[in-house]
């Protein structure tokens, strides 16, 4: 049988990117609390092309996958990103793993239990032999305008938010960690369950802690900076203003990584 996408190319064009996107796929992730979560990804998958072939071969991106059975972690992403490499000839590749993750949170007042959604990515990279990887963490919270509280006689606007933290590490940070260091940020958390004292607390604690994205930005810096596990990472807040019609955003990105570590 003619295997034309193994045929020369004569065009003399590296690609330097090519793979499958948007696959849907279940995997198992480590969970702090409960040892395993599991959950969907969109995944993508890629890696360069020498000039001198026509294709690749797609079947083997979904074969190297189907071999790691399904479980993610952050040791076995290096290990994904070297066979896509070797079962595909490559100099380099890339592997992104985007999921909802779940954590349990418990209502202020009354500790109603419910589950909070969180979206958490994986993206790793295999450059010859070096090896990359970034893990995002995007939490929802909410966040009050201190300038409004300040020139209002009743009230202030507050609007639900986004925190969205990147990082690299040099040893393990688990999901539940960032998720509750972006909330800490913020003027408050939110919850997918509560009950009226629970709504008061909210509202109340929201309006003592008022925060600008800026302030939301800033802090989460401080905590970050202060933890010796993460080296480098970027920091984006997203306001999705109550009293505007469009978003308020602030970020900011930090290397504290000696150079010949930098990718």
Same mark, same amino acid.
């Given at each position: ?9 004569? +065009? ?25 979560q599991?959950? %969907? #990804? ?8 020498? &000039?001198?072939? $026509? ?8 074969? %190297? ?13 290096d ?25 349990? !949170? ?10 909070? +959604?969180?979206?958490? %990515?994986? $993206? ?13 963490v &995007?939490?929802?919270?909410? @966040? ?19 925190? @969205?933290?990147?990082?690299r ?14 909330? +800490? ?10 009950? &009226? ?5 909210? @509202? ?17 810096a ?6 010796? +596990?993460?080296?480098?990472? !970027?920091? @984006? ?18 290397? $504290?990584?000696?150079?010949?570590? #930098?990718?």
């Open positions: 049988m003619r295997d034309v996408q193994n045929e020369p190319d004569l +065009r003399n064009i590296p690609l330097d990117r090519v793979g499958v996107s948007d696959l849907s796929y279940p995997i198992e992730v480590r969970d702090r609390d409960h040892k395993v599991r959950t %969907v #990804a969109r995944i993508a998958m890629a890696v360069s092309l020498p &000039r001198d072939y $026509r294709g690749t071969h797609m079947s083997r991106f979904v074969e %190297v996958l189907e071999s790691m059975g399904g479980q993610v972690t952050v040791h076995r992403m290990s994904l990103v070297a066979l896509l490499q070797e079962r595909l000839a490559a100099q380099s590749a890339e592997v992104e793993f985007r999921f909802p993750y779940f954590i349990q !949170r418990h209502a202020p007042q009354s500790g109603a239990a419910s589950l909070t +959604r969180y979206d958490v %990515v994986f $993206r790793a990279s295999r450059q010859e032999d070096r090896f990359d990887l970034v893990t995002t &995007r939490a929802p919270v909410l @966040t009050l305008c201190p300038c409004s509280r300040e020139i209002s006689e009743a009230g202030a606007h507050n609007q639900r938010a986004h925190v @969205t933290l990147s990082v590490m040099a040893s393990i940070v688990w999901i539940e960690e960032l998720a509750d260091l972006a909330e +800490r940020c913020a003027s408050c958390p939110v919850y997918s369950l509560l009950k &009226r004292e629970d709504e008061k607390h909210v @509202t109340e604690q929201a309006y003592h802690n008022p925060r600008f994205v800026e302030d939301v930005a800033r802090e989460a401080l905590a970050l900076d202060g933890d010796p +596990r993460i080296p480098w990472y !970027r920091v @984006t807040v997203k306001s999705h203003e109550s009293i505007h019609n469009h978003d308020a955003f602030a970020s900011l990105e930090r290397d $504290r990584r000696s150079p010949e570590v #930098a990718p």
